[in-house]
Structures are given as C-alpha cells and as structure tokens.
C-alpha cells in the first residue's frame, strides 16, 4: 500500500473509506513482524491526517487558506489552530520529498499552494517586523494568511532556515526535472530572502523550536548551517555568483562546536534556559540534517557520529522517572527534555520516533559504508548491545558488526513499537502521552506527530539523508562570530558622476551584504563629490571592499584588486578611497 502515490492513498481512504484499525494487543512477539504492520498501518493513517489538516480542503483544515498547514485541529485546551513557519516548513520537507519519490500530481499541488502561501507569510508585517526589518523571524500565523498579533516567544530564527531548506529541495527537484524557469522565477527570490535573513541574523538570540527559551539554540543554528549550504549551492547552479553564504555558513559551524558538552557528555541544546541542556532538540538536530555522503561526521553531528550517538545515550537515559518507563530496561519512552512541566511534563510522539529514526539512519551508514567505529565516546551506548565492545574499527565481515547492528536494528524497531502501543486504535497521533499511563494528552492529530511518524518510516527504508554537503567540511581555524564587539567604519569615496548615478559598496562581511551587488549599501552624496557611508563592523576583522556605481539598470565594479582593511576593538577608522573614472 505504501508504494502508492500519496493521491492515490488518500483517493482510496475518501472514497471506500477504509477504516482498519491497528490490533495492538495481538503482536506476533516477533519485533521485526509487528514493526512491519504498525508501518503498514500507520503510514497510511499519518499520509491521510497530514491532508486533513492543510488547506484549502483538508477534511480538519476547514476555512484554512490553500497551501496553510495547521498545526493541529485543535481550537482550545490547547489552541493550536494556526500555521507555525517551522511545523510547516517541516512538513513540507517530507512533502516534498515524498513526491520526489512517486512524482504525485495532487502532491504537487499542495507543494505549489505551500510556495504561494509562504510568498504571502513573508510579506505579513507582523510584531517581528516587516519583510526587511525581522518579520521572517516571526514564529506563527493566522490561517487565513493574516499576521497573529498576541504575545508570542518571537522571534524564532529556525523558521527562515527550514522552510528555505523545503524549498531548496522542490528547487533541486524541479532543476533535475528541466524546470528551471519555475525556480529562477518564482523559487529563488523567496529561498532568497530567508537565507539573507539567515545570513544577517544567525548571530542573534531567539527563542528555541520549543518557543520557552530566548538564548541561542543548537536546531536552530544547525538548520541554519544546512540551509545556508545548500542554498550556496542552489546559488552557484543557477549561476547567481554573487551570493556568499559559504562564509556565515563557516562561522555558525565553528559556532555548532561550542554547544558540545565533553562532561556530559551530550550536546547541549540552548545557552540560556537554566537546565541540563539534554533535550529532543539535539536529536532533531541531528535527523533534520542527515546528509548520507559526510559519513559519521561528527563537526556537523551526523546520526552516527560518535558525539550524536553519545548525546542520544545521555538524552535517552535522562527519561527513566517515567512512570511507563518502570520496568522497561533501556529503551524509554522520551520527551522532550527532562525538566519539561508542559501538561505535566509527558512524552511527545515525535520524540520517540525520532530516536528510532537517528539509529535507523546510523544503521544506514554503517551499511553502506561496510563498517562501523566505536570511540571512547560512544562506548558506553555500543556496550548496552554487546558488553564486550571495544573501540576500533568493525568491518561488516565481522561478527561485532553484525552483531551490533542486528542487535541496534531491533532496538530502533522497539522505539517504533513503543509508539504502536501507545497510538490508539484509530491510528491518532497526539503531541504527547501520559507519562504514567500512556493515553493521548495535549494536541490532537499534531501534524508534526505524523510528519514524525513518516520520516522514520521513510528511514528505516533507507530513503531518508539526500546530500545537502556537509561533506568534507571542517572547522575554520578561527571562528568569527558576527555579534561581537563592533567599531564604527566611515567609508569615504571621491567619485564623480553622473546625472542619476549612485555609489554603492559591498564586501566580504554580512554588514557588507556578502559581495552581494543587488543588496548594496548605498552611499550618501552629501559631500559630493565625495560620497560616504558609516557602516558597524565587527572588530578584529579583515575586512574586503569595492564600490559600484548603478545607473539605469547597469552596475560597474570598481576595477583592480579589492580594497582591505583590519578593524581592531574600539578603535573607528575612516577609509579614504578614490574611483577616478566612471566605467560607464
Ligand atoms: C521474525 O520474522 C522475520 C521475518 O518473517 C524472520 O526473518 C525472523 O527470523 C523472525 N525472528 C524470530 C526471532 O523469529
Ligand atoms: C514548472 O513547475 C511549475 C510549478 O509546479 C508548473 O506550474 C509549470 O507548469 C512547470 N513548467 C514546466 C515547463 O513543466
Ligand atoms: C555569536 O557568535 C559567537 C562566536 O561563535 C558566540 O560566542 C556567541 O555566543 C554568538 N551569539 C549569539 C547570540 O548567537
Ligand atoms: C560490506 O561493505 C562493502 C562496502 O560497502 C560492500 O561492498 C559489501 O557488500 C558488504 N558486505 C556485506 C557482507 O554486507
Ligand atoms: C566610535 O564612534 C561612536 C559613535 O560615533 C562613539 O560613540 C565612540 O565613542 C567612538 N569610539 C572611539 C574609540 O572613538
């Protein structure tokens, strides 16, 4: 049934309304056997729900504006009828992944609706801003399309960099699919304005995907590294050359390391918050930026790093006060951090599947690769499958690796089983479940929920971790951070013009638009003809520059090599530069 188009499931869910329900109660005790059925099972229910809930004509997204995915049907105790940038962008992930896969028509639709209902949200003036003054950080909408103006944890900066990265997939897609027209026109400009965001303000606070913590936050400098990747590369094939989002893209990597927490050891989620810092956020973090080619890369976290799994070890153990956990040795049912009080602090759905999806993912590289490494670091999460495991280098020829991952393979398909015990018999997937007694609590049908579900289905098939290029990164020697101290730069230009010309600049920094000729700064003629500008610059910095000049449409570069310079803390400089000749 899963290898159906996604259309054709839903066609065949409306119209024989099918209405199999999932006998838990009668397993076969074989885990392999039973995950298979759940799976059978539950994607089809999960495909149908996430429909439902996205307009126009989702059967529980009614009044919903098209391409709007609502978080959950549910309007009070909690009220989560609204459309929030990152449940959506993340859907829409799998969305579109899903119809890179069986290339659906009605999938196809719903993804074009997506991108229409995003060029509106950017556009939304909202208490985060305007489009060019912080509103792409604004957290969550309306679904009619109009801006939600209560008191809400904004801005979260993750919003910008998975939907950007949704849409990079469609844009890929539809470039291997000889449609390039469709992204330069109406892709591009929208993927654009996110990763500028990104770009300019991936070195401020934010409040965390869980929308309580306003520091800065591991998933959200994460997706914000991927996206910022991918979108350089999306850049340079469509030949826009300018585009330098390589560079913030270094800084949020070297950025990503300062998070790690040797003594834990785990990777910890936020700077602020006053909390273990063990949270579900690391582990998202990890299964949202999955690339199969960087191996078991551990600077960019990949599932099977050593530092990932790890972290997954310390997260996992850190939920035994469960109360469904008592009894249950070593695979827990989590949530999302241990400190959490939200309708009593309980177990997320999403949460248990994302722990099978890591080591589904893991699994897959080991594979593919033909061996698996045991460090000190990951040790102790390999010593729970086999006590005798020892740090080296296991070949797929050996006993240990097949030992370990058939051992690994069974415990990932437990965490899906817990799941199948704790989803009713409808199929419904809630945000969370009891910690004591395992029924549904909190939202209903959480889109997110499904989206979960799907993704580690889709994992433990092996289709997940298209390459986004994390591979062969590495962390630059010194990390520039784009927020700290600043000195004041007065750039000073003598250029003649003409009747409707003007002097821009652009340069090497995010202040400077990243070369990026279309965004630069334009100076001010007030002591023509000497023209000036006084930009913040970080200190300490080498700073690249040119001038351009833009008239009627043309731009001319300033000829020969670019100007430099080094700011050095508190100290403001003013540069004194000369453009004898217009180009033009
Ligand atoms: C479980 O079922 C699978 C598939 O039918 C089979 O290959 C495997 O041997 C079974 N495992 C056990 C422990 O019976
Ligand atoms: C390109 O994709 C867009 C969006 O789905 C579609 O409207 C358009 O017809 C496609 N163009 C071609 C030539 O396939
Ligand atoms: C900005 O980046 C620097 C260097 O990586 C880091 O130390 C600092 O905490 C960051 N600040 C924020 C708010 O992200
Ligand atoms: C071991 O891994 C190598 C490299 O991926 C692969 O070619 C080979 O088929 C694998 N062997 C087994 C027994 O799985
Ligand atoms: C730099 O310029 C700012 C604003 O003009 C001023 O407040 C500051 O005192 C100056 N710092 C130095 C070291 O001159």
């Not at 004509?57 to 549910?74: E, L």
């Not at 919003?159 to 699919?177: E, F, K, V």
């Not at 049912?333 to 309980?346: F, L």
């Amino acid at each position: 049934m899963h290898l159906l188009p996604i259309g054709l499931q839903l066609l065949a869910l409306a119209l024989l309304s099918l209405q199999s329900q999932y006998p838990f109660d009668r397993g076969t005790c074989n885990v392999s056997v039973d995950v298979d059925k759940y799976i059978r099972f539950e994607r089809r229910v999960a495909t149908a729900a996430i429909v439902a809930n996205i307009g126009p004509q989702g059967a529980k997204a009614r009044g919903v504006k098209a391409g709007v995915v609502v978080a959950s049907p549910s309007k009070h105790e909690p009220d989560y009828f609204y459309s929030w940038t990152r449940d959506s962008s993340l859907v829409f992930k799998l969305l579109i992944d899903q119809h890179a896969l069986y290339n659906d028509a009605i999938l196809r639709q719903h993804i074009d609706n997506f991108i229409g209902a995003q060029a509106v949200i950017q556009n939304l003036a909202s208490p985060s801003g305007g489009l060019f003054t912080g509103g792409l950080g604004e957290p969550k909408f309306n679904v009619d399309l109009t801006a939600f103006h209560g008191p809400w944890g904004r801005p979260q900066r993750d919003g910008p960099a998975l939907r950007s990265t949704a849409m990079i997939t469609y844009a890929n897609w539809l470039i291997d699919n000889k449609n390039i027209t469709h992204v330069q026109s109406t892709l591009w400009p929208l993927i654009k304005l996110d990763l500028d965001y990104v770009a300019t303000n991936w070195n401020q606070t934010s409040f965390d995907l869980w929308e309580e913590v306003s520091s800065s936050s591991f998933f959200t400098a994460v997706v914000q590294h991927r996206a910022l990747r991918e979108g350089a590369n999306l850049a340079s094939k469509l030949q826009r050359v300018s585009y330098n989002y390589g560079k913030p893209a270094d800084n949020i990597l070297c950025f990503m390391q300062s998070f790690w927490n040797p003594s834990g050891p785990y990777m910890t989620a936020n700077t602020g918050g006053d909390r273990s810092g063990i949270d579900l956020n690391t582990v998202l973090a990890s299964i949202h930026t999955y690339d199969i080619a960087a191996g078991c890369d551990a600077i960019t976290f990949q599932p099977c790093s050593d530092r990932a799994i790890a972290n997954l070890f310390a997260y996992v153990k850190a939920f035994d006060m469960y109360k469904i956990n008592d009894g249950v040795e070593d695979y827990f049912s989590t949530g999302r951090y241990p400190e959490d009080v939200y309708y009593g602090g309980n177990p997320w759905y999403l949460a248990t599947f994302a722990v099978a999806e890591q080591l589904y993912d893991s699994l897959h590289v080991w594979n593919t690769e033909g061996f698996l490494q045991i460090t000190p670091l990951s040790l102790p999460f390999f010593r729970q499958f086999d006590p005798t495991a020892d740090p080296g280098c296991h070949f797929n020829t050996s006993r240990k690796f097949v030992t370990l991952t058939s051992r690994i393979l069974e415990y990932a398909d437990s965490y899906l089983l817990l799941a199948a015990r704790y989803t009713p018999q409808d199929g419904a997937l809630a945000e969370q479940y009891d910690r004591d007694t395992g029924t549904p609590v909190g939202a209903r049908d959480l889109t997110w929920s499904y989206a979960a579900a799907l993704t580690a289905f889709n994992a433990r098939d092996g289709t997940g971790g298209k390459s986004w290029g994390a591979k062969g990164l590495i962390v630059p020697d010194v990390c520039r951070r784009g927020g700290g101290p600043s000195v004041k730069v007065s750039f000073n230009v003598f250029a003649k013009t003409v009747h409707g010309e003007n002097i821009y600049i652009t340069g090497s920094s995010t202040e400077l638009t990243n070369w990026n000729p279309e965004d630069a700064l334009i100076l001010s003629p007030e002591y023509y003809p000497t023209w000036s500008i006084t930009i913040d610059l970080p200190a300490n910095s080498d700073i690249e520059y040119k001038y351009i000049r833009k008239h009627k449409g043309n731009v001319a570069w300033q000829s020969g090599l670019n100007n430099r310079m080094t700011t050095h803390t508190g100290g403001n400089a003013t540069r004194s530069d000369t453009w004898w000749r217009s180009e033009f």
